[in-house]
């Protein structure tokens, strides 16, 4: 009888993919000690092309200007925010499907060299870059079924704003405070990634697992509160701006 060890060394790539959804500690044993280039690229081309696809089914709706939301969201807007919603949306038509591929490797590198970092300097791991870079690349399938769930919500809405997490209550008026926006970058889906991520640290870099989890964990909500903090300074700076 084959056991749980020899079962997991003997899952193929197909097999680790689909595994890391439910168990992905079953997907990083079967890696450990004889990782390949291909257990990080593989995962992360899987998400470009369902992002690809997803793109391709929403672009109309999403760059679209007569639709009720975004014509609701118009009115609020002045002269200059509008004509710079325009503009982002022209681009997103014209350039919108490079944005997947790059976003996800550009993501794939920056996510693993702090990992690489926190693995280094704060759990002493003798983590490689290319151990971190599996783990993010199997942590970023999740993001494949947030591509297929973002679509169906923005055809369903006929709307592109949606939100993946607390965001969805957040009303107008809240969206210029910092609790605000840090409630609309929460993202279900991240943390599901964190979860993963979590599992995958603790097993290639030999570390605690529930030590893992907790620094990444704290690094998210440190990378919440800054990207909420500098959209409000943003936004406070171009106000200033117009006036």
Sequence with gaps: M???????????????MVN???APQSSFAAVLGRESALDWLLPVAVTCLVGLGCHILTIDTVSSLDAPAVQEKLI??????RAQYEQSVQMLRAQGWTMVP????SSLVFVGAIMLIVARLVFHSEMT????????GYATLVISVEW??????????????VFMGPGMFVGDEATATFLGRVLMNINFFDLWQLWIMGIGLSMLGSIDRQRAQWT??????MWLFGGAGLEILGA???????E
């Design 148 to 161: 297929v769930v973002r679509a169906l919500m923005v055809l369903a809405t006929d709307s592109p704003f």
């Design 76 to 81: 609020n807007m002045s002269e200059e925010e």
């Design 216 to 221: 990444l964990a704290a690094l998210w909500v």
């Design 129 to 136: 870059f290319r151990q971190a870079l599996i783990v993010k």
């Design 236 to 242: 406070q700076a171009g106000l200033s701006a117009v």
């Design 2 to 16: 084959q056991g749980p060890g020899f079962a997991a060394e003997e899952a193929g790539w197909l097999q680790r």
């Design 20 to 22: 890391v959804f439910n």
């Design 102 to 105: 790059v976003g996800h490797f």
